[in-house]
């Protein structure tokens, strides 16, 4: 049942500028596919924002927790986030504020999210949970997020901390405990929790404790996420053993491959992209270092970039040969239609 609200809440933020907007996005990404020729209209559907670069935790897939940027550790502004805003809102639909980093680092993280939230645009966040004190817990909730999704990757200490290095598993359950009870005292429905597992071969035992645990805490949902790895073509100590978890799989050579094919075309191209801290634009957020950067709102309109011949010249790249495209190759994403 709380995941149809959180599907319901998703749909009654469409307005008729949203949904004819999302409309002309949805038609030129299929005429291009048909004819072969990428031509966009409209603007995004959906925005992922980056509150910071700064990470609490040491995750070892992770470039934030690895701190192996070259691009700049910094926090996202609120007068940069409001430029975006003013901009988008009459047609943005969607909003995560997550790219790389912990966004409660960010002091300004949920006066940013009131401010989107009060625009009727779906908010949504990812988090490794350490900062949810009773205080954040309650503007949380009070702040009209309508997602919160919470990193557990263990359901014992023991566990957790081998992907979570410098974790505290303990912290991340009276976390979850204090959103609970905050949405319980002030009879809110949001933030809708999200439990996600990222599975591999130290955890992947524990997805069946997982469940167990959330419907203990009263959780929304739990998802499932394989992991992305960097150096898996000889294998990896995190690749789970369990094939559906996996998004790598052993050739007929030794070496593993990504499952999916590399077909030419990417719907995220079309329907969303990235603005860092900073304020650079990047396609999509398998670009971490922001190495295919298209532009920034720091010097340009949002839209000057979206329809810019550099984004136009990326999208047909995609479409010409999407496996040449480096951060592509290691993509299970942007064929399907979602968010």
């Known amino acids: 049942m709380s995941q149809w609200r959180d599907q319901w809440n998703l749909a009654s933020k469409l307005t008729p500028r949203r ?47 690895l701190r192996a ?26 909003l995560l504020f997550y790219f790389q980093g912990e966004p409660y680092l ?50 014992t200490q023991e566990t957790y901390q081998q992907y979570r290095v410098g974790g505290k598993l303990e912290k991340v359950l009276e976390g979850t405990r204090r959103i609970v009870a905050w949405k319980k ?36 949902q739990v998802v499932l996420k394989s992991a992305q790895l960097y150096d898996y073509q000889n ?15 052993l050739g007929n050579d030794g070496k593993y491959r990504i499952k999916n094919d590399w077909e030419n075309r990417c719907w995220k191209m079309w329907h969303s992209c990235v603005v860092t801290w900073d304020g650079k634009v990047v396609p999509c ?21 979206w329809r810019s011949e550099a984004y136009q010249h990326f999208r047909e790249a995609v479409f010409r040969s999407r496996s040449e495209i480096d951060m592509c190759r290691n993509c299970t994403e942007g064929l399907s239609m979602s968010l």
């Open 106 to 155: 960010n002091p300004n993280f949920l006066s940013t999210v009131r401010y989107a939230a009060d625009r009727n645009i779906f908010t949504a966040t990812s988090t490794n949970g350490h900062f949810l004190t009773d205080e954040l817990a309650r503007q949380t909730v009070q702040s009209g997020l309508d997602r919160l999704i919470i990193s557990i990757d263990g359901t």
């Open 19 to 65: 949904l004819a907007n999302a409309a002309r996005v949805y038609g030129s990404y299929h005429r291009s596919r048909l004819t072969r020729l990428p031509r966009h209209q409209g603007l995004p559907i959906s925005l992922s924002i980056e509150p910071t670069t700064s990470c609490n935790l040491r995750c070892p897939e992770c470039p934030s927790g």
């Open 235 to 249: 294998g990896s100590s995190l690749l789970p053993t369990q094939d559906q978890y996996a998004r790598y799989r």
């Open 285 to 305: 957020c398998f670009d971490k270092d922001a190495e295919h950067a298209l532009g920034s709102v720091r010097s340009q309109s949002f839209e000057e970039i």
């Open 69 to 94: 940027f070259t691009r700049p550790t910094g926090m996202l502004s609120e007068s940069l986030f409001r430029q975006v805003i003013d901009e988008l809102h009459p047609t943005l639909w969607y």
């Open 185 to 220: 005292k002030l009879h809110s429905r949001t933030p809708h929790l999200i439990f996600q597992f990222l599975v591999v071969r130290p955890n992947e035992h524990q997805i069946p404790e997982v469940h167990a645990l959330a419907n203990q805490l009263e959780v929304d």
